[in-house]
């Protein structure tokens, strides 16, 4: 119907598939696609991403004699703020704006259907700005998003970075000129996803998601994912036996007005699965039993606790282990999910997990494990980061992005899992939370703790069952 020819045949398990054109544009050769795992430098993380785009090189043998570019977002560039995709841009449009159609982002957990996402992308015309995805909404404005679209935050839409999403080569270069004219401003970076469509939509003057079914969040094998060309690999992972319970020192930061109010929830959620667990405070209480430091309490910051909490970690003063958590009062996490978790990684690596935040990335900025949803070290990062010169400008510094800007001028990388998280369930996209295996939440204003770590942190193999505390507080640190 005046549509000009299309000439790429494919072969597909014997068959040759001509593909559709679709408004007024030929449709797009695989070898037009550009991949890119946003991998990580963990050696774990390497070797998951490794096996990921060889997977995605295999499926393309049957469909091109050409592959299409597959790359790992860790290794692109020597800037460690690379995974904050932004600052990145400009470099992808140099090297792809002319050749390419699509700018395909995966997840290290993404499984992909390389002729089913081909067919998904055809029906969208690659000379036009497009910015594809799987849509998550907040229910309720949500202090990770900054309370952004107070007044109705549903009508706000931002991709599932787990289902893969998409830029169209048009919108790619849009974007980078928009990057290298005005350096990017944001001091934090915090959920990535909403920040990237924040970023794209540009107070609507640019284009919003588009929603694409075929990317989806199902497990790869399930039966409702038969139109998929995304899955998910995992529900969570598992690397080999889990980590003992007596291999990881536990660290819970307190002060004294928050002893009977904090510590009570400890005790009744999870601190029974510790085996070594210690209370640090401002004040000595046998009760609990809390250890002082020494050190002052501070309102905010806690940075001066939390390097005595390191330096007692690698004295004669505990026992010796692999792991070291630090947690607050107000943090509530799952311990036997995270020694599943940490079956992954080589203790005697500088591991320093957790959730990863950004500061001033796009200024050559720092990465860091924000503290409340549990900062996690490896011995050996721990022994690192006391040989060096770093230590708190104040105690009342913020640790977290000390600890950050310590690992930064080591070049020891910051390590993220989603699993662990800085706010409250309510705070997350209901869809986003539906596929994971959480590991932590962190804050207790405004909800009943005890029962939000029954809900969904709680496995049927735990331990006896806790009873709900009423009190919630609306103490925000």
């Known amino acids: 119907q005046g549509k000009p020819p299309c000439h790429h ?10 593909p559709d054109c679709i408004s007024g544009a030929c449709n797009t050769d695989l070898r037009e696609i550009v991949f890119v795992i946003q991998s990580q430098s963990n050696s774990f993380h390497m070797s998951w991403a490794e096996r990921q785009r060889a997977d995605l090189l295999q499926q393309t043998q049957s469909l091109t004699q050409t592959p299409p570019p597959v790359l790992l977002l860790h290794s692109l560039t020597d800037n460690e703020g690379d995974w904050s995709i932004l600052p990145l841009l400009p470099y992808l449009s140099s090297l792809f704006g002319k050749n390419s159609s699509w700018l395909v982002f995966l997840e290290e957990e993404t499984n992909v259907k390389v002729t089913k996402l081909l067919q998904a992308l055809r029906k969208f015309d690659r000379r036009k700005e497009w910015f594809l995805g799987k849509p998550l909404h907040d229910e309720e404005s949500t202090i990770i998003h900054h309370y952004a679209f107070a007044e109705n935050p549903s009508i706000f839409k931002y991709p599932d970075f787990s289902a893969a999403w998409a830029l169209s080569i048009p919108l790619l270069d849009r974007l980078a000129n928009k990057v290298r004219d005005d350096p990017l401003k944001s001091d934090f970076t915090i959920d990535l996803k909403h920040e990237v469509a924040l970023y794209i939509w540009e107070n609507g003057q640019g284009p919003r998601l588009t929603a694409v079914p075929e990317l989806c969040t199902e497990p790869e094998h399930s039966p409702t994912a038969q139109h998929c060309a995304t899955t998910l690999r995992r529900p969570a992972p598992l690397c080999g036996e889990p980590v003992k319970k007596e291999d990881i020192f536990v660290a819970v930061k307190t002060c004294k007005k928050f002893h009977s109010e904090r510590v009570p ?65 107000d943090t509530l996490i799952s311990l036997p999910r995270l020694q599943m978790l940490l079956s992954c990684y080589n203790p005697s690596e500088p591991v320093c997990l957790g959730e990863r935040y950004g500061y001033g990335l796009g200024q050559g900025g720092y990465s860091y494990i924000t503290g409340g949803g549990g900062m996690v070290f490896s011995r050996a990062a721990v022994v690192r980061l006391l040989a060096s010169d770093c230590k708190c400008y104040r105690d009342d510094a913020p640790d977290d992005m000390v600890l950050g800007m310590c690992l930064n001028a080591l070049g020891l990388p910051v390590t993220h899992s989603s699993l662990f998280h800085q706010a409250r369930p309510e705070d997350y996209s209901r869809d986003f939370l539906a596929h994971q295996v959480p590991i932590s939440f962190h804050k207790h204003w405004n909800i009943d703790p005890v029962a939000v770590f029954n809900r969904w942190l709680k496995d049927e193999s735990m331990s006896t069952s806790t009873h709900g505390l009423n009190k919630s507080t609306k103490e925000e640190l």
């Open 265 to 329: 929830v400890v005790k009744k959620t999870w601190e029974r699965e510790a085996s070594l667990l210690e209370y640090y405070s401002d004040h000595t209480d046998p009760s609990i039993p809390t250890i002082d430091l020494g050190v002052p309490n501070t309102e905010r910051g806690h940075c001066g606790k939390t390097f005595a909490i390191l330096e007692r970690y690698i004295s004669d003063a505990v026992p010796k282990t692999s792991w070291l958590l630090v947690v607050d009062d």
């Open 9 to 18: 045949y494919y072969s597909v398990n014997g068959f040759h598939m001509k």
